[in-house]
């Protein structure tokens, strides 16, 4: 069984940083492709930053040069670092896998202006 358990949100003020982590049992993330989305109520899921298995990064481009995916193989943890975070970055994070389509419970994210 795939458990994905999201930590790390939290408050903070317009231009601070969080690191969002994501602990994964059931697989082993350094063989399969991890991913951050966001949600606001009422708004689509969004695709925020993915790592592959090979461990090659993407992002949405709102946040390329601010967020950073990364992971730790052998905590089997997959980390977003977000610094300059904006009031539009609030929302709640949930980490996913593809390859199980899996979901974390979220960690709410906000930024105050």
């Known amino acids: 069984q795939v458990q994905l358990v999201e930590s790390g949100g939290g408050l903070v003020q317009a231009g601070g940083s969080l690191r969002l982590s994501c602990t994964a049992s059931g697989i082993s993330i350094s063989v399969n492709g991890m991913a951050w989305y966001r949600q606001n109520p009422g708004k689509r899921r969004e695709l925020v930053a993915g790592?592959?298995?090979?461990?090659?990064?993407y992002y949405v481009d709102s946040v390329k040069g601010r967020f950073t995916i990364s992971r730790d193989n052998a905590k089997n943890t997959v980390y977003l670092q977000m610094n300059s975070l904006k009031p539009e970055d609030t929302a709640v994070y949930y980490c996913?896998?593809?390859?199980?389509?899996?979901w974390g419970q979220g960690t709410q994210v906000t930024v105050s202006s």
């Open positions: 996913h896998t593809a390859s199980y389509d899996s």
């Open positions: 790592i592959r298995s090979g461990g090659s990064t």
